[in-house]
């Protein structure tokens, strides 16, 4: 068994934030998920670097679009471990291997007479970065970015789309499977009943030069979407690497519906003109929103991960965007349904499972899985349940449905904690001639948070490393290897020892953090100067309100018309920008790279009108008879967003 899984190539435009890590995160899950049913797996994600919008966004920042690539890159690549994300490979459209192989496939393809050159003029959506047809608008605007196409007139290759038009509704026809869930899959199959058209595949390089230089006309750059959609090739080194003849036949993307279109017509339509089999399979998730309102940059809610671990924790943010989105439809964002979850699904029900039952073994069986004796009805139900539930998440798991695994999952956790309750082996252990009982009762209990860790593996791989860990098993055992013969009842072996275990999911009191820094101002504890509070001496808790952290300076520029100022780029590990009165001492090209400490919690200020988030810590020194800033770095790497203990 095998399987190869990809993420979309995202833009180096943006920073990393909730609706990427939901794509990345189901793509990991689901390459868990096949692992732990023993394929071989390859999952790929990784960015798109070329075209309009970087070039644009490279500009704004007065660097070059190489150097701006590489930063935000590096970016997307450092988020995904944080959230508990190993891709096998992060491919980038600047490798010099993908322009490569993306000047072969154009000149075969050219060669084969589907590229041709035409006049062309329509109505070109920057923010899509291709043209759109009358129809497509709302009201005039594309209804994606809400902004009014530009008119462009001009020579350009096209690609004979609609030669393959027939033979794509067939395909999708035959193959109920290739676009799910069935939504969108009607959705092109609608699209495709009216005439496709042939799609423009270049740029003229007196407008944009970013892309790659078509190889058969030095004049024009390809379109970003024919350079980008072949990353899915390129990653397996298409066309020679061993690994295009194991992946390819049994490739999975996973986008969300606003790339419906590129997926699902012109990458087959351009496959079939490069005579490679088509993709297995494309899964098509909705839109996140937060607060029930889309997120962006000009509304200002835009989510990132790396604030939301370090608020809920990486399992919890796991488990809340699987369980809280119907894979297909959009789902919403919002601290409230984020902490509901934790503290009812994580916290109540499996938290409380698990250290019950770990506590009850601890006290009565010395901490070492029983030998269970006869059974009872309530343990058969209990085994049946979790067998059931096996077959059901397996089934769910494999269709993409997370929020029907997890429901599964949570049926066998709440009968579980029923199972308690029925038993009372609080009980049992008073009684002597009880114990046979109270070993059988623990053994089940035992087994079934076996099964439990197996297949909250995918999910939450952290947490479940932990529950195995604390059940005596290797990590491996309960991560990899052949679900349907280790999921079987009855492997757990008695005597295995158990390990204790910090608390899985701790409760989270609502607005956890606000009421922190509210009470502290009510008391007076912040707004006080050190020597009222208590002859200039801090407490423990007063110190914790100081979030600082590691940030690493990755652009720095002077602040026009300030002969103090500097504005520097930093990360923390998402970027912002801090502006810091050290241009008397530091030039900004020796500031680049650094590791510093800031202040990052402070209430962000304006400085010459430029917004600052934050506040880098420098020591005031006398270095050689006059007082200068000396900035406060740490010794040896340490990943940028690094708290300072
Ligand atoms: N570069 C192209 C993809 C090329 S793939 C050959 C691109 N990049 S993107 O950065 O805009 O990423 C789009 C993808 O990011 C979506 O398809 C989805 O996976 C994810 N999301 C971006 N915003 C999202 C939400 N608000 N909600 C859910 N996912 C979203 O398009």
Redesign the pocket.
Known sequence: MKAYIT?????V??QP????A??TIVADTYSRFRRLTGARVRFQTGT?EHGDKIAEAATKEDVAPKDYADRISRLFRDTWPLLEIHPDNFIRTTDPQHIATVQAILQKVYDSGDIYFDEYSGLYCRGCERFLTEKELVDGLCPDHQTPPQEIAEQNYFFRMSRYQQRLIGHIQDNPDFITPERYRNEVLSFLSEPLEDLCISRPKSRLTWGIELPFDANFVTY??FD??I??LTGLNYPDGPDFKTFWPVAEH??????LK??AIY?PTMLMSMGIPLYKKLHV?????VDDT??SKSIGNVVRPAQLIEEYGVDTLRYFTLREMSFGLDASFSSEAIVARKNSDLANDIGNLYSRSMAMLQKYTGGRVPAPGPISPTDSLLQKTTEQMLELYTEAMEHFQFHRALQAVWEVISCANKYIVTNEPWALAKEAESAERLHTVLYTLSECLRILTMVLGPIMPGAAAKMAFGLGLEADSVLLGNLQQSGRWGLLPPDTALRPIESLFPRMEKDQVKEISQSAKASGKIDKPPAEAGQGLITFDQLQMVDLRVAEIVAAERVKKSEKLIKLTVRVPEERTIVAGIAEFYSPEELIGLLVLVVANMKPAKLMGIPSQGMVLAAKALVEGKERLVLSTVSGMVPAGSKVA
């Open positions: 993420t979309p190539i995202y833009y435009n943006a934030h909730l609706g990427h939901y794509t798109d970003v979407w980008a959609l990353n899915y996973v986008i969300a519906k606003d790339i590129p997926h990458w998730h909705g839109y996140w929103n889309k997120m």
